[in-house]
Protein backbone atom coordinates (compact mmCIF):
# COMPACT_ATOMS: atom_id res chain seq x y z
CA UNK A 1 0.00 0.00 0.00
CA UNK A 2 2.27 2.92 -1.28
CA UNK A 3 -0.21 5.78 0.99
CA UNK A 4 -2.08 6.94 -2.67
CA UNK A 5 -5.71 6.53 -2.61
CA UNK A 6 -7.50 6.90 -5.99
CA UNK A 7 -11.64 6.53 -6.55
CA UNK A 8 -13.32 4.60 -8.18
CA UNK A 9 -11.54 1.89 -8.64
CA UNK A 10 -13.96 1.09 -12.06
CA UNK A 11 -15.10 3.26 -14.17
CA UNK A 12 -17.67 2.75 -16.86
CA UNK A 13 -19.53 5.51 -19.06
CA UNK A 14 -20.88 5.75 -22.99
CA UNK A 15 -19.28 7.52 -25.38
CA UNK A 16 -19.78 11.03 -25.18
CA UNK A 17 -19.84 11.59 -21.21
CA UNK A 18 -17.83 13.24 -18.37
CA UNK A 19 -15.85 12.00 -15.27
CA UNK A 20 -13.81 12.71 -12.21
CA UNK A 21 -11.39 10.51 -11.16
CA UNK A 22 -10.41 11.74 -7.46
CA UNK A 23 -6.81 11.34 -5.59
CA UNK A 24 -6.04 11.50 -1.77
CA UNK A 25 -1.48 12.15 -2.17
CA UNK A 26 0.54 10.26 0.67
CA UNK A 27 -0.35 12.40 3.76
CA UNK A 28 2.21 15.33 3.87
CA UNK A 29 3.26 15.21 -0.59
CA UNK A 30 3.04 18.43 -2.12
CA UNK A 31 2.94 17.21 -5.99
CA UNK A 32 0.71 14.86 -7.55
CA UNK A 33 0.91 13.50 -11.28
CA UNK A 34 -1.91 11.90 -12.98
CA UNK A 35 -0.95 9.22 -16.04
CA UNK A 36 -1.99 7.32 -18.45
CA UNK A 37 -1.40 3.49 -19.20
CA UNK A 38 -3.30 1.77 -22.05
CA UNK A 39 -1.94 -1.69 -23.98
CA UNK A 40 -0.99 0.68 -27.11
CA UNK A 41 0.32 3.46 -26.06
CA UNK A 42 2.18 2.51 -22.47
CA UNK A 43 2.25 4.94 -19.45
CA UNK A 44 1.75 8.44 -20.47
CA UNK A 45 2.56 11.30 -18.61
CA UNK A 46 -0.22 13.56 -18.39
CA UNK A 47 0.17 16.13 -16.17
CA UNK A 48 1.89 18.10 -12.55
CA UNK A 49 0.21 19.77 -9.59
CA UNK A 50 3.05 21.10 -6.76
CA UNK A 51 1.32 22.67 -4.42
CA UNK A 52 -2.15 23.53 -5.87
CA UNK A 53 0.05 24.75 -9.08
CA UNK A 54 0.02 23.18 -12.30
CA UNK A 55 3.70 22.87 -12.95
CA UNK A 56 3.89 20.53 -16.08
CA UNK A 57 2.15 19.32 -19.04
CA UNK A 58 2.65 16.04 -20.84
CA UNK A 59 0.18 14.94 -23.33
CA UNK A 60 -2.97 15.76 -21.86
CA UNK A 61 -5.84 16.18 -24.37
CA UNK A 62 -7.83 19.64 -24.21
CA UNK A 63 -10.58 17.42 -23.29
CA UNK A 64 -9.06 16.35 -20.06
CA UNK A 65 -8.00 18.99 -16.86
CA UNK A 66 -7.03 18.60 -13.90
CA UNK A 67 -7.04 20.39 -10.53
CA UNK A 68 -5.17 20.03 -7.42
CA UNK A 69 -7.28 21.66 -4.41
CA UNK A 70 -5.84 23.57 -1.28
CA UNK A 71 -5.88 19.86 0.94
CA UNK A 72 -3.80 18.86 -1.57
CA UNK A 73 -6.36 16.15 -3.31
CA UNK A 74 -6.55 16.34 -7.14
CA UNK A 75 -9.20 15.55 -9.62
CA UNK A 76 -8.63 14.55 -13.30
CA UNK A 77 -11.70 15.36 -15.59
CA UNK A 78 -12.25 13.49 -18.49
CA UNK A 79 -14.91 15.11 -21.46
CA UNK A 80 -16.03 14.23 -24.59
CA UNK A 81 -15.09 10.36 -24.08
CA UNK A 82 -14.09 8.65 -26.60
CA UNK A 83 -13.60 4.57 -26.70
CA UNK A 84 -9.86 5.37 -26.97
CA UNK A 85 -10.06 7.03 -23.80
CA UNK A 86 -10.44 3.32 -21.99
CA UNK A 87 -7.32 2.72 -19.81
CA UNK A 88 -5.81 2.53 -16.69
CA UNK A 89 -5.15 6.17 -15.14
CA UNK A 90 -3.03 6.31 -12.13
CA UNK A 91 -2.30 8.83 -9.71
CA UNK A 92 1.37 9.70 -8.07
CA UNK A 93 2.35 11.32 -5.47
CA UNK A 94 5.75 12.66 -4.17
CA UNK A 95 6.82 14.99 -0.97
CA UNK A 96 8.36 17.27 -3.60
CA UNK A 97 8.34 19.08 -6.95
CA UNK A 98 10.06 16.39 -9.04
CA UNK A 99 11.80 16.66 -12.46
CA UNK A 100 15.08 16.98 -13.64
CA UNK A 101 18.09 15.73 -11.28
CA UNK A 102 16.16 16.11 -8.32
CA UNK A 103 15.41 13.01 -6.35
CA UNK A 104 12.27 11.62 -8.69
CA UNK A 105 10.76 9.19 -6.47
CA UNK A 106 7.05 8.63 -6.85
CA UNK A 107 4.41 6.72 -5.22
CA UNK A 108 1.91 5.40 -7.30
CA UNK A 109 -1.95 4.87 -6.07
CA UNK A 110 -4.14 1.63 -7.49
CA UNK A 111 -5.29 3.39 -10.16
CA UNK A 112 -8.70 3.88 -12.06
CA UNK A 113 -9.65 1.53 -14.73
CA UNK A 114 -12.19 3.66 -17.21
CA UNK A 115 -13.83 1.85 -19.73
CA UNK A 116 -15.78 4.08 -22.62
CA UNK A 117 -18.66 2.07 -23.97
CA UNK B 1 6.63 12.02 -27.23
CA UNK B 2 8.37 8.80 -26.36
CA UNK B 3 12.18 9.84 -25.20
CA UNK B 4 13.59 6.88 -23.96
CA UNK B 5 13.13 3.01 -26.21
CA UNK B 6 13.57 0.14 -23.97
CA UNK B 7 13.81 -3.39 -25.39
CA UNK B 8 13.44 -6.41 -25.40
CA UNK B 9 9.18 -5.83 -24.50
CA UNK B 10 9.01 -9.48 -23.48
CA UNK B 11 11.54 -11.96 -21.94
CA UNK B 12 10.56 -15.20 -20.63
CA UNK B 13 13.15 -17.06 -18.47
CA UNK B 14 13.53 -20.29 -16.61
CA UNK B 15 13.79 -19.70 -12.93
CA UNK B 16 17.75 -19.29 -11.61
CA UNK B 17 18.69 -17.50 -14.93
CA UNK B 18 19.57 -13.95 -15.54
CA UNK B 19 17.73 -11.15 -16.97
CA UNK B 20 18.54 -7.80 -18.92
CA UNK B 21 16.44 -5.05 -19.86
CA UNK B 22 17.61 -1.57 -21.58
CA UNK B 23 16.42 1.19 -21.76
CA UNK B 24 18.23 3.62 -24.55
CA UNK B 25 17.92 7.54 -26.01
CA UNK B 26 18.92 9.58 -28.92
CA UNK B 27 19.20 12.40 -26.63
CA UNK B 28 21.49 13.06 -23.20
CA UNK B 29 19.36 11.92 -20.05
CA UNK B 30 19.49 14.20 -17.28
CA UNK B 31 18.29 10.90 -14.62
CA UNK B 32 17.12 7.25 -15.05
CA UNK B 33 14.28 6.07 -12.92
CA UNK B 34 13.28 2.53 -12.48
CA UNK B 35 10.39 0.89 -11.54
CA UNK B 36 8.42 -2.41 -11.23
CA UNK B 37 4.54 -3.14 -11.81
CA UNK B 38 3.40 -6.78 -10.94
CA UNK B 39 0.34 -7.72 -13.01
CA UNK B 40 -2.22 -6.15 -11.79
CA UNK B 41 -0.51 -3.57 -9.64
CA UNK B 42 0.38 -0.44 -10.05
CA UNK B 43 4.07 0.75 -10.45
CA UNK B 44 6.80 0.79 -7.15
CA UNK B 45 9.83 3.20 -7.73
CA UNK B 46 12.98 0.71 -7.78
CA UNK B 47 15.90 3.14 -8.18
CA UNK B 48 16.76 6.41 -9.80
CA UNK B 49 20.38 7.00 -11.40
CA UNK B 50 21.53 10.70 -12.01
CA UNK B 51 25.53 10.36 -12.36
CA UNK B 52 27.63 9.30 -15.63
CA UNK B 53 28.66 5.57 -15.47
CA UNK B 54 26.76 5.32 -11.57
CA UNK B 55 25.93 1.53 -10.91
CA UNK B 56 23.86 0.82 -7.85
CA UNK B 57 22.74 -2.83 -6.78
CA UNK B 58 19.93 -3.66 -4.84
CA UNK B 59 20.24 -7.49 -3.84
CA UNK B 60 20.10 -9.09 -6.84
CA UNK B 61 19.28 -6.47 -9.65
CA UNK B 62 22.47 -4.36 -10.69
CA UNK B 63 21.19 -1.14 -12.33
CA UNK B 64 23.47 0.94 -14.73
CA UNK B 65 23.81 4.33 -16.44
CA UNK B 66 25.70 4.92 -19.35
CA UNK B 67 28.60 6.77 -19.52
CA UNK B 68 27.37 9.37 -22.15
CA UNK B 69 24.06 8.92 -20.28
CA UNK B 70 21.48 8.25 -23.20
CA UNK B 71 21.28 4.40 -22.18
CA UNK B 72 20.53 2.12 -18.85
CA UNK B 73 20.28 -1.10 -17.98
CA UNK B 74 18.58 -3.48 -15.09
CA UNK B 75 20.24 -6.97 -14.40
CA UNK B 76 18.86 -9.30 -12.38
CA UNK B 77 20.27 -12.08 -11.14
CA UNK B 78 19.47 -15.78 -10.47
CA UNK B 79 15.77 -14.93 -11.24
CA UNK B 80 12.87 -15.76 -8.87
CA UNK B 81 9.34 -16.20 -9.54
CA UNK B 82 9.03 -12.71 -7.32
CA UNK B 83 10.33 -11.16 -10.40
CA UNK B 84 7.71 -11.52 -12.32
CA UNK B 85 6.28 -7.98 -14.03
CA UNK B 86 6.81 -5.27 -16.09
CA UNK B 87 9.95 -3.15 -15.97
CA UNK B 88 9.51 0.24 -17.07
CA UNK B 89 12.69 3.17 -17.02
CA UNK B 90 11.74 6.68 -17.15
CA UNK B 91 13.15 10.26 -17.34
CA UNK B 92 11.92 13.31 -15.62
CA UNK B 93 13.50 16.35 -17.49
CA UNK B 94 14.43 19.52 -16.38
CA UNK B 95 10.63 21.07 -17.59
CA UNK B 96 9.14 18.41 -14.85
CA UNK B 97 8.01 16.12 -17.57
CA UNK B 98 8.40 12.54 -17.18
CA UNK B 99 8.71 10.30 -19.99
CA UNK B 100 8.51 6.26 -19.66
CA UNK B 101 10.00 3.52 -21.59
CA UNK B 102 7.57 0.84 -23.05
CA UNK B 103 8.58 -1.69 -20.60
CA UNK B 104 9.67 -4.62 -20.36
CA UNK B 105 7.45 -8.19 -19.39
CA UNK B 106 9.21 -10.50 -17.68
CA UNK B 107 7.78 -13.91 -16.92
CA UNK B 108 9.27 -16.69 -14.57
CA UNK B 109 9.18 -19.99 -15.37
CA UNK B 110 9.39 -22.41 -12.69
Known amino acids: DSGVTQTPKHLITATGQRVTLRCSPRSGDLSVYWYQQSLDQGLQFLIQ???????AKGNILERFSAQQFPDLHSELNLSSLELGDSALYFCASSPRLAGGPAYNEQFFGPGTRLTVL | GQQVMQIPQYQHVQEGEDFTTYCNSS?????IQWYKQRPGGHPVFLIQ?????EVKKQKRLTFQFGEAKKNSSLHITATQTTDVGTYFC??????????FGTGTSLTVIP
Open chain 2, 27 to 31: TTLSN
Open chain 1, 49 to 55: YYNGEER
Open chain 2, 49 to 53: LVKSG
Open chain 2, 90 to 99: AESNTGNQFY
